[in-house]
């Protein structure tokens, strides 16, 4: 079975340009996730959305950040503009859903650096 | 200069001995737990869970301790094995801080494992 599918797995932007980040989640998984790891912050939760629809935003850092589902099997994480201190590892995950949002499998993240 | 960041509980065993990494959590409404391990360059992978209306659980070489009175979580992993290097999270499951929002699991810092040949 293929996991949690994110790209790219390594993104170098200027400050100041788009990034998009993309996830494919388990089939049959309800729930999707966001996650950012940094060495100051540790793993954070951005945002997640649960049948497609945003349940907890408040997790993102500030407006420059967006986050859409449009579909059960694709969403993606916008920077724009993008900042130095954005670079981090972010991390999509899915799970079954539901009000429990229990066992999340992640995907294998993409390296963010911002110069 | 000198980093600053988070500075990661670190455990050192060698190959063969048993591990045990300790996790506190903060909220006593807190009613599922999960560890995962992070291999470097990948993302958190998981490794066994346990509900608050256990105070243990086992796994293969792994096993869970919840003490619920002082809220504390070990993972003990048997007869530790390189490809057991790796960080180790805890992460409860609780309420989100927004008003209304549903259940999110909160990851702890952290604590890398290295097993010595």
């Known amino acids: 079975d293929a996991g949690v599918i994110q790209s790219p797995r390594h993104e170098v932007t200027e400050m100041g340009q788009e990034v998009t980040l993309r996830c494919k989640p388990i089939s049959g998984h309800n729930s999707l996730f966001w996650y950012r790891q940094t060495m100051m912050r540790g793993l954070e939760l951005l945002i997640y959305?649960?049948?497609?629809?945003?349940?907890?935003d408040s997790g993102m850092p500030e407006d420059r950040f967006s986050a859409k589902m449009p579909n059960a099997s694709f969403s993606t994480l916008k920077i724009q503009p993008s900042e130095p201190r954005d670079s981090a590892v972010y991390f999509c995950?899915?799970?079954?859903?539901?009000?429990?949002?229990?066992?999340?499998?992640f995907g294998s993240g993409t390296q963010l650096s911002v110069l | 200069g000198e980093s600053v960041g988070l500075h990661l509980p670190t455990l050192s065993v060698q190959e063969g001995d048993n591990s045990i990494i300790n996790c506190a959590y903060s909220n006593s409404a807190s009613d599922y737990f999960i560890w995962y391990k992070q291999e470097s360059g990948k993302g958190p992978q998981f490794i066994i869970d346990?509900?608050?209306?256990?105070d243990k659980r086992q796994g293969q070489r792994v096993t869970v301790l919840l003490n619920k009175t002082v809220k504390h979580l070990s993972l003990q992993i048997a007869a530790t094995q390189p490809g057991d290097s790796a960080v180790y999270f805890c992460?409860?499951?609780?309420?989100?801080?927004?008003?209304?929002?549903?259940?999110?699991?909160?990851f702890g810092s952290g604590t890398q494992l290295t097993v010595l040949p």
């Open positions: 959305f649960n049948n497609n629809v945003p349940i907890d």
């Open positions: 995950a899915s799970s079954l859903g539901g009000t429990w949002n229990e066992k999340l499998f």
């Open positions: 992460a409860e499951n609780r309420r989100g801080i927004s008003s209304g929002s549903a259940r999110q699991l909160t």
């Open positions: 346990i509900r608050s209306n256990m």
